[in-house]
């Protein structure tokens, strides 16, 4: 399966819409550095991440989330948050790896 | 240095911390801006509002933490800072997410006052209207 | 009319690099004043004396040194968005212990005074980014 | 009045809607480089840019349209190509220029 | 070179040409990457299918016109290229605004035939699903 | 298991560049190996030595220097994209008649082709961009 990384804000551009609209079922998205905006609960796009997560399983890079003063509690359920080594751990379990620039 | 003239600047920040330098460069001018005695205002619309969120830690990104800086601009002189409602709301976001920037009004015996004016989408396009120099980051 | 403009993005990689060219070409030709072109963050790359593109594009830097030359303009590249970035005048590589300098006939390096001098004395600021 | 210039794709960032979201009535817009496509004809934008036509009044960058295969006569009715001389011309013509990065 | 090993390499183009430079030096990557035995792919995604467009005349902004190119990648053996239809029909796009990329299939007489694949979102999804090594730019 | 990394921003103006060295030093801690690290686009200036940033910050082209000593990295920088951009070695200096090269300590000039082995070569290729 894909690793589809998004590192876009979601309200400037069209980056985590577009991965949503391609990622298979079962595939995995890693939202990083401020493409971490999008894993919020209470924002306009949190109804179609939280949607999406019937389909994909997401991840969030934490070290990004601390930077932009972003509580872990503030995450949406279902988000996984992810270091560093995590996001490693993911390139090396999917068997390919797709970034949405 | 202003050689007499005074002029309504604005400083447009529209963009996220940290992913892209602009929110760090556009303060290091707003830093050295303040001392040429010109109207100097800052608008945080759409992802610029995040410049401003609260608890910002970027030890495990390995980058500078420049939040800090906000708070100090009141020091400068620089107290309007200009936040759009909208933009917050479209991002679940309310002042209580965002630091708290004060400044100490030397004309009301050093009272601190809040530097952050919330302001509608409607008030923020009006008080752009107002400005002579707009500088985009 | 004195116009002033500024630069955020460096050459090939974002089109505001070629645009602030042209806008200024224009406002030339038309008679008008240019200020000061102000070179900001990735801008700065903009005035690398060693970029060599190929011969069939444009020479981004050298088609400024030119207008320069031609118009007698005031390039000037911020110093602190050249340091992070790896430009340097003969003066900046001393103080910094660098083996060569790179900045381009034509530019000059000076401080972020210099961008909000420029909104003073100009009639209008165009900024050019990304 | 304020002349403001949008050099970003509306399909890509949301840096044109947004420009129209604060531009008072009156006041210019000038679409230029990736901005160009935002002046196009029977797009999904294209009834945002028409509304606000009623409001405001649209530029676009002829040499952009060029560059982009963009025939002017698929450019929407009332939009106004100019060329660089006539962006020189509008940002004298206007107080202040906004850009809208 | 490719020691025998052949992978699917999938060029993922998102953006429009000519504001940035990534369509140009994605080309770029594309003509070496021909000299590799591989089996390479183009997906023209969003902004991306702005690439292909017909009549793409740079002399006004002094670019180079690199539009021409996606014509001769068929000589050098690069002959899918993916344009996905909902990203036109959002731009107001058919096939007949794209340019008319052609290749000269060798098994069949060197008949000519259409580099382009018109695939929906789906179909693009699941052949994004197949590759192994995917550039974007 | 064994990674390829392509880089397509520049230093500081993009968190692009930092993401992708934290990456690969968590993939080495890990004890991954790195095949090579590919600088393209205006990430060929993640290569200037005549970076200076500010002693507060981190140093974004010592920290590849380091890195790539530690653990014996390819780091590899596009000639075209470089050479656009004013990042030039010795022989590219020479070749294109310029008075100064500006490759750092670790880094080396080649061709797309090695962005191409590493994607054959790795097990995966991992992109970080803008």
New interface residues.
């Given amino acids: ?2 690793l589809h ?1 998004v ?3 979601p ?5 985590l819409n ?1 991965c949503l ?4 079922a079962g ?1 995995a998205v890693l939202m ?3 493409g971490v ?1 999008g894993a ?5 796009v ?1 109804a179609t991440v939280s949607a999406a997560l019937a389909n994909v399983k997401v991840y969030v890079l ?3 989330l ?6 872990e509690n503030k995450v949406l359920a279902g988000i996984q948050v992810v ?3 995590g ?3 993911l ?2 379990a999917n ?7 | 240095m202003s050689e007499g003239k005074i002029k309504q600047f604005l400083y447009l920040n529209r963009k996220a911390p940290y992913g892209t330098v602009y929110a760090l460069e556009s303060l290091e001018v707003v830093l050295i801006a303040a001392a040429f005695d010109q109207d100097v205002s800052l608008a945080f619309v759409d992802d610029g509002v995040y410049q401003l969120a609260k608890g910002q830690d970027t030890k495990a990104v390995e980058m500078k933490n420049f939040s800090p800086v906000y708070n100090a601009l009141g020091d400068y002189g620089i107290t309007k800072l200009y936040v759009e409602k909208e933009s917050l709301d479209e991002r679940g976001l309310t002042l209580d997410d965002l630091m708290n920037v004060i400044y100490e009004d030397e004309n009301d015996d050093y009272a601190e006052k809040p530097s952050i004016r919330l302001v509608s989408r409607a008030e923020m396009a009006a008080m752009m209207e107002t400005q002579d120099i707009v500088l985009s980051f | 009319m004195k116009f002033a403009i500024q630069i955020n993005e460096g050459p090939y990689q974002h089109q505001a690099a070629d645009t602030a060219y042209l806008f200024t070409k224009a406002a030339l030709e038309k008679g008008h004043e240019i200020f000061r072109v102000f070179f900001y963050h990735d801008g700065v790359n903009n005035a690398s004396s060693l970029t060599a593109p190929p011969q069939d594009d444009r020479n981004v830097t050298q088609r400024w040194s030119a207008l320069a030359k031609q118009y007698n303009l005031d390039l000037v590249v911020c110093v602190a968005a050249a340091l992070r970035r790896g430009i340097i005048d003969d003066n900046e590589a001393k103080r910094n212990g660098k083996s060569a300098s790179n900045v381009a006939e034509g530019f000059r390096i000076s401080g972020l005074g210099q961008l909000i001098e420029a909104g003073i004395q100009a009639d209008r600021l165009v900024v050019f980014g990304d």
Same sequence: chains 1, 4.
């Fill in positions: 399966m894909i990384t590192n876009k804000s309200f400037e551009r069209n980056a577009s609209g391609h990622a298979e595939s990083i550095e401020d905006y919020m609960a209470g924002t306009q949190s934490g070290p990004d601390a930077a932009r003063g972003i509580a270091d560093y080594g996001f490693v751990d390139v090396a068997s390919t790896v797709q970034a949405w620039l």
